[in-house]
């Protein structure tokens, strides 16, 4: 096979390392000389530990060995985000209030890999605590594009979709409260999936918002995210909001459903701030769609025009209420420099925290406070269930929507540092899935003449997932751009 060890897909390298022609070990060396090979322009690691992953790689080629290989994940090297609890691993959340905390447990999904035998590998970038569209929030480094790293490569979850693109991990795992998966994955060109609300376990994630939060799979296919996806769905009594419903078999799936599918078109999705290279492309795909005997319907959203204003009400509430935790007594920063135990908060929190946080914290306490609860938390409540009535009201008409996932591709570093609201608008495409529970993909779906990769979007009903991957890999099987890679060397 032409294709280096460290760009094959998980489902590619599962079949050699069952074959015996691959041990984990010589794959997990692939990929830490990658890494260390491109990581001075990429940046998508705030640490990793070679030692403790090829001691994993050892264990799985240990068990293959004596025949007992857990499943297609056993001996694949997984990127996780620096927002998922790894007992004895570093784990930041890109904060300084967070530099020196090591999980003391695992979290749910985590420990789902661990049983299904997957390597661990590294800690990805992010914007501080998962708030931001681009990973310049984070408090210790920016990651490259991989594409062109004088661009960002998407937000939070940046590290992520540019370990993946970069072939510095085989697949990863990235967090999604407005975008977080879907929008980097676009910008880096690889697929990222938001399951619906409560279909993962978020018992070991650090919260940003509550009831927006979803853990999901970077991967360069769709059959790998299918995969991954299964690792870690399912029921978790320690997660209240976790969805008991029976987990389908995704990768089987991809086989069973063959459409024609129904396929909507939102048209508030298509108006103004959406770059003309980024429409040509989506439109091209759902004309794919069309072609191969896919019915195509306009449909409306008519709330969508809320979406940012009710997501930064809502997330930012929840954030405020869920950062109160950082107060200086524990996850171990503490300001030296206190006066008495009201300033070691005010003190630790000052020093702590990065600016976009801060805003957030701020904007979230405002919102919350008696005599404007009702005017915009609560408001903004009832608006979230208007636009998930409008999903709903398409969904009796449609099996799923299309439309572009980012409305530009990736923009240049300090581009949009300076204005917030800019930065807010890279979510316009993303967020309302959120605030509505759907589960999302994006997929690769094209690039714009300078070769910045563009994605489309695919949104379905609550619990749809194995529909979304289907639709999703019906693309994909007649194009090639999931196959291209940035050129690094
Ligand atoms: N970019 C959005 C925000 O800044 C979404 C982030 C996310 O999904 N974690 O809040």
Redesign the pocket.
Known sequence: MSKPIYYQTAAELADQLSAGELTSEELVRAVIDRTKKVEPQVQAFLSFDEEDALAQARASDARRKEGKALGPLDGIPVGIKDVLAVTGQPLTCASRMLEKFVSPYDATCIQKLKQAGAVLWGRLN??EF????STE?SAFQQTGNPWDTDRIPG???GGSAACVAAGEAIVSLG???????R?PAALCGVVGL?PSYGLVSRYGLVA??SS??QIGPFARGVEDAALLLQGIAGHDPRDSTSYKTEIPDYRAALKEKKGPWKLGIPKEYFGEGLDPEVEKAVRGAIEFYRKSGCEIVEVSLPHTQYAVAV??II?TAE?SSNLARYDGVRYTRRSDKAADAIDLYFQTRAEGFGQ?VKR?IILGTYVLSSGYYDAYYLRAQKVRTLIRDDFMKAFEKVDALLTPTSPVPAFKKGERTADPLA??L??IF??ST?LAGLPGISIPCGFTGSGLPIGLQILGQPFAEADLLAIARHYEQAHDHHQQHPNLD
């Open positions: 992010m914007d998962a708030m931001g569209s929030n937000g939070s979850s967090s999604d409260t407005g975008g977080s998966i929008q938001k940003f918002a927006l939060d997501y930064y997330a954030a976009e957030r930065m807010y890279s979510d993303t967020i959120n």
